[in-house]
């Protein structure tokens, strides 16, 4: 089974002192946690503080989006360069919000990817239909489509560097989330997806995440699934709580 990834991504949450206690107790309850991969991704201002506090932990830092360029005049964006100054070591790209509300695109992604990884940071591609999309039989299309052109030109080198996490955006914070078979259906597909294009090896090394809706209440079954290989947390990684609870559940079945 390949070791899991749970990260929380805390979205436009928290103010720093809220930022730094929740970091200081996660740190304090999962922080040598030894079997599963743990990522906190705070908002921008809080990332060099909350890197500070986890340093000495087994928990990592990431980011929640990067632009492609190193520098230059790009009022309000975040280089590369400045993730990776003050600690991360990932970074989401391609969040359904990002797509919604900010007008990110396959290839704006793939931009995004190509920076990230030439800084050394691990993208977390994130890939997911709509309801309406999902309703209309077109599921595959889309998710196909978004996973092809966020990495068009990468080599299976460059490939191998990178996590994808599927979430479907009917599931995103709507408290509704996808079956395991749902879920399954869909991770099978990316795999099938990496096997055609980069070989066996790697599809079948490629960690690919769940994410939409991630609780304690259903953690455990999603996470026992072998195509899904962790979870991208919203919600439930913004109190000590629940977010340890899906912790321990990804690190109970990596024990199995």
């Known amino acids: 089974m390949r070791r899991k990834l749970i990260a929380g991504n805390w979205k436009m949450n928290k103010t720093l ?38 340093k000495d932990s087994n928990i990592k830092l990431g980011a929640q989006n990067l632009f492609w360029e190193e520098q230059g005049a790009f009022t309000g964006e975040v280089a590369a360069p400045m993730l990776t100054s003050v600690g991360c070591q990932f970074v989401i790209v391609g969040h359904s919000e990002r797509r919604k509300y900010f007008g990110e695109t396959n290839q704006t992604v793939n931009r995004r990817i190509k920076a990230a990884l030439k800084f050394g940071l691990t993208p977390i591609l994130c890939v997911g239909e709509t309801l309406e999309q999902r309703e209309a039989g077109s599921m595959e299309t889309v998710v196909t489509t978004q996973v ?8 299976a080198d460059e490939v191998a560097k990178m996590v994808i996490a599927y979430e479907p955006v009917w599931a995103i914070g709507t408290g509704r989330n996808a079956t395991p078979e749902q879920a399954v259906e869909v991770h099978s597909l990316i795999r099938e997806l990496l096997k055609s294009q980069y070989g066996a090896d790697l599809a ?3 960690r690919i995440q769940y994410g939409g809706s991630v609780t304690p209440q259903n ?9 899904i290989d962790g979870a991208l947390v919203g919600g439930a990684s913004l109190k000590a709580d629940s977010f340890v609870a899906i912790i321990k559940a990804g690190e109970l079945l990596s024990h199995a």
């Open 204 to 206: 079948n090394k490629f």
């Open 17 to 54: 002192p809220e930022a730094v206690e929740l970091a200081g107790e996660l740190k304090k309850q999962v922080g040598n946690v030894n079997n599963v991969d743990v990522v906190l991704c705070p908002p921008f201002p809080m990332l060099f503080s909350v890197g500070e506090i986890i």
């Open 148 to 155: 092809k052109e966020g990495l068009a030109d990468f080599s």
């Open 219 to 227: 953690a455990n079954e999603l996470l026992q699934e072998e195509e």
